[in-house]
């Protein structure tokens, strides 16, 4: 298998097939998104820093496709005159939008609808009637989580244009992070796990953050007799070895339901307990309840009994976690980004 190469340096077209031009933003979040398509041995992939584009907007030699991605707070207007700089520049070329935020919501399919080809995004709802409804706040885990703690904001509907379903593919996630990544070239890690419960959870944050994940703290304090790691930030290569060494795994929600945890309790074989995450569709479909992860309500208050049982009934705790290692090392592979790469380059989604 082609080597990944984790790190976005600056690189030029070389010879090869379909040219591919990739407008990248700065962060790791972002980064994961862009990486997976530099090991496609069928693209020719030359990287530029979005920033350094559009400061100064240029011909960076013929691509036939071009992918970008911006922040996530441009105004309507900016990401129009953002896609004209491009569209200037490549006016044949098929262009895809990436979007790498941690919400589900698709905050720019109005202003991008007649504007790119393609729309790719993490995660996607099920039920794609869920985008028209209006929510309080910006997402349907404000939403939630708001009125669950009447909690004041705005009503929000971000409209999708009819027939924007589409143009929507489900691409990279977290796994393509290079210190995950390298899990799945290797056995699941079988140490002695001494600790029964990892739970260190973040509070800090937003109203509804705080008060969601403060609920998901208090849960665990029903746990108090277990060996349970939950308090403080440590360094990420102790944070790993933590969860080797862990039974179980809690990732309540971040910002946007999947989390950097998600993939880190697959990648280190500790159980993964998560509120539930059936309204969502990912590549791969990673997230299998009772077969991948465990779901839990989404006010965490059934984990002191579930993670109670599975800590009870090793067999079929091992069972879930050797399958969501399988899962994990299924979705690492460049066979599983050449089939996102067919899907999205499609005769039915490239412009004619």
Wanted: hydrophobic letters at 35%.
């Amino acid at each position: 298998m082609k080597q990944f190469l984790w790190n976005i340096v600056r690189r030029r077209f070389r010879r090869g097939e379909t040219r591919v031009l990739a407008l990248h933003e700065k962060g790791e979040i972002a980064t994961t998104q862009i990486v997976p398509y530099l090991a496609l041995p069928q693209a020719n992939v030359c990287t530029h820093p979005w920033r350094q584009y559009t400061s100064r907007p240029k011909y960076l030699g013929h691509a036939d496709v071009v992918l970008f991605q911006t922040w996530f707070n441009l105004g309507d207007d900016q990401m129009r005159d953002a896609v004209a700089s491009i569209r200037r520049h490549y006016p044949e070329a098929t262009l895809v939008y990436l979007d790498w935020f941690a919400a589900t919501d698709l905050r720019y399919a109005s202003v991008l609808s007649e504007l790119v080809d393609v729309y790719v995004k993490k995660q996607t709802f099920v039920r794609f009637s869920d985008y028209e409804r209006e929510t309080l706040g910006d997402t349907n885990l404000t939403d939630f989580y708001n009125r669950r703690y009447g909690l004041a904001d705005s009503i929000r509907r971000l409209s999708v244009p009819e027939g924007f379903e589409n143009k929507l593919v489900l691409g990279p996630n977290f796994q393509f992070a290079s210190y995950l990544h390298r899990y799945s070239r290797r056995s699941m890690p079988n140490r002695d796990r001494s600790v029964d419960l990892h739970a260190r959870l973040a509070r800090k944050g937003t109203p509804w953050y705080f008060a969601m994940r403060t609920e998901a703290s208090k849960a665990v304090d029903g746990l108090s007799d277990l060996v349970v790691v939950r308090e403080g930030r440590v360094p990420r290569r102790k944070f790993m070895a933590e969860l080797e060494s862990s039974r179980l795994c809690f990732s309540p929600f971040g910002y946007g339901e999947v989390c950097w945890r998600d993939f880190e309790a697959w990648a280190t074989g500790s159980l993964l307990l998560k509120p539930d995450m059936s309204h969502l569709r990912l590549p791969g479909d990673p997230f299998q309840p009772f077969e991948t992860y465990v779901p839990l309500k989404w006010d965490s208050s059934d984990l002191e009994e579930k993670a109670r049982h599975y800590l009870r009934d090793g067999a079929e705790r091992n069972r879930i976690t050797a399958a969501a290692f399988e899962k994990f090392r299924q979705i690492c592979t460049v066979d599983h980004v050449q089939e996102h790469w067919r899907e999205m380059l499609s005769p039915a989604r490239t412009r004619p």
